[in-house]
Every structure is written in C-alpha cells, then in structure tokens.
C-alpha cells in the first residue's frame, strides 16, 4: 500500500522545495572542457563517483526486497551510494539483507531505523542487527514525528530518542546520519545532534514525497490532517540553515531534488552529499507490474550525473572543490 501510494502523484508535496529560487550565474568563458568535469568524491572511506545516493524508499515486504536487490545492483554500476529503508520489519521477520553487500561490495551501503524504534526497550540491540546485516557503512536514525501521528498505527511518544540517538553514536561501529522524512529539519534540532555526536544531518525538507499524505491517504476521515499537509521547512531553507550554524558537519540534501540541476543547486548550497528516491523509484517500478526497471533507472542517474556536469561546467568550475565557490544567488 506505501508503495503504491508513493507513486502516485497526488501525495506529493504542493510546497515547493526551493530550488527554483537558487540561481548559479552563468559563465561565458569557462576556459574548461566539459570532459574534464569531476563529481568524483571519496565519504565514508570509500569512493564514489558522484556525490549522490539513492534514497531510503522501502522496506519489510517480498515486493521491497526485489527492489533494494535492484537498487543495490544499480548503485554498484553507477558508482553511487545506497541508503535502504526502514530495517524493522525485515529484522523482525528475520528477512536477511546481507546480500545487498554481496551485490554492491564498493559502494556506502546506509542503514535505517526510526528514532522511536530506537528509544524502545531493546532499542540498541536492534540497531546493532540493522548495522551488522547489512555491513553499514553508516546508520540513518529517521525522525518522522508528524507522519506517525497521521499514520494509522502510528506512535506518538517521542520521549527519549535524543538520548537513544547519543547511546547509538557511543555504542555502534559505525558512523550516524540522522534525517527526516520530507518535513525537514530545523537549525536547533540539527545542533542538538551534532552535540549528539551524530556525524551527518539529512535535512530531508519539504518539497518532495510526501509522507504525510500518504499516510492521510490510508485513512477514511482526514479532516483533521489537512492543515498539516504541507507542514515542514523547505529543503532549500533548511539546507541553507543548517549549513550555515554548523558548517563543519556532513549535511545530506534531499527532498524534492528532481534532477541534476537541482542536485548541483544542493552542492553549491553546502551538501556534501544529495539523496534521490522518488525520480529513481519511479522509472525503476513504473505502474509496479513485472520485474523492476533497472535500465530505466540508471538512465535516470546517467541524467542526474550529466546534468549536475554541465551544471559545473557553465559555471566554470571542473570539480565540486571549485564548484561550491562560483557566484549564484538565492532569490
């Protein structure tokens, strides 16, 4: 059902990501050549050969596993970086996706959990699983505190995950990302986590996929959501933000990043990283008939790495060091 409701369009976000906004100037002699451009970078000890991931999407059923395998396979291909869904349910059926790393043995594989997950009684013990299944490279805490209170089932006490998160950073050999789901995260939250210790803030603003909506969809009276459709900070203001109060952390960009142009907008913009799910997902699964599409999804990716290199080049720079300085503006 998550699944199906995610491609449709109508529980994407109508609030735009802010993309639009971001203007880089355009460079008339950039005394380059287009072949030369780099995207190439090294993270989390291994290289990628632009900054990008694929998105966490989905995760617990047969359907989901089909895909993370085709997703695995196509970031082994283009050389990018893997974040997979929510881990719970395949840990707790006790569905095994140590294979992903067999399928994409060079590429950072992300983990993820939820916060609340995390903060519960046994807590730890399933991060720990969530990490050694899939030799992560990193685990991504997800906060999704509106979309568990529009979700059916959904949890609503959130106490004590800050102080779950910072056992996780103490205890787990791995690097933590924490991230949103599509309504962003604010400059106080992300400098409690630094202090936390976590080593990367997926901002996830609002702009993209819409989970809220989605969960919305799966109830029968949803009038008392409706004002809430939309609610969440930007990417594009929540990237711009965090960036600025903690310029040292890794920053993550994702949410409503609809191709390269927009991915280079979130370089300039201080990521270190840009995670991409609903384009991929959507030429990967179609309709969600026959077996995934995985020729069609890497020609997405092919696009994203294409169009974030002319980006580059119009602006005159040949790599993402040289990149991050060129003159733009945020209108």
């Not at 992300?110 to 995390?118: K, T, V």
């Not at 906060?143 to 959904?154: D, T, Y």
């Amino acid at each position: 059902m998550h699944l199906k409701l995610a491609l449709d369009d109508r529980v994407r976000s109508n609030a735009k990501a802010g993309f639009d906004s971001v203007e880089l100037t355009h460079c008339a002699l950039p005394e380059i050549s287009l072949s030369e451009v780099q995207l190439g970078l090294r993270i989390l000890n291994r290289e990628l050969n632009a900054p990008l991931f694929i998105g966490a999407m989905t995760g617990g059923t047969s359907r989901s596993n089909d895909i993370n395998r085709a997703l695995a396979r196509i970031a082994a291909a283009e050389g990018i970086g893997l974040a997979v869904g929510s881990q719970r349910a395949s840990l707790e059926q006790n569905w095994s996706q140590t294979e992903l790393r067999n399928l994409a043995p060079s590429v950072p594989l992300i983990g993820n959990l939820g916060g609340i997950q995390l903060a519960e009684p046994g807590g730890l013990d399933l991060a720990r699983r969530a990490v050694d299944d899939l030799e992560a490279d990193a685990l991504a805490i997800h906060l999704n505190p509106l979309q568990e209170a529009v979700q059916p089932e959904g949890e609503s006490d959130w106490k004590n995950v800050a102080n779950a998160i910072e056992k996780a950073v103490a205890s787990l050999p791995c690097k933590i990302i924490v991230k949103e789901v599509g309504a962003g995260i604010s400059v106080p939250v992300a400098k409690r986590l630094v202090d936390c210790g976590v080593w990367a803030i997926d901002v996830a603003g609002l702009g993209g996929t819409n989970w809220t909506r989605i969960e919305a969809a799966r109830r029968n009276n949803t009038e008392i959501y409706a004002p809430f459709l939309d609610w969440g900070i930007p990417t594009v203001t929540c990237l711009r933000d965090v960036k600025a109060a903690i310029p040292k952390s890794v920053v993550i960009a994702s949410g409503g990043v609809r191709h390269g142009l927009d991915a280079a907008k979130a370089i300039w913009l201080g990521s270190s990283i840009v995670s991409v799910a609903g384009p991929i997902l959507r030429a990967l699964v179609g309709q969600q008939v026959g077996a995934p599409n995985e020729t069609a999804a890497r020609s997405v990716i092919k696009n994203f790495k294409a169009q974030m290199r002319l980006a580059f080049f119009l602006t005159g720079a040949n790599n993402i060091e040289v990149f991050r300085s060129v003159d733009g503006h945020i209108s």
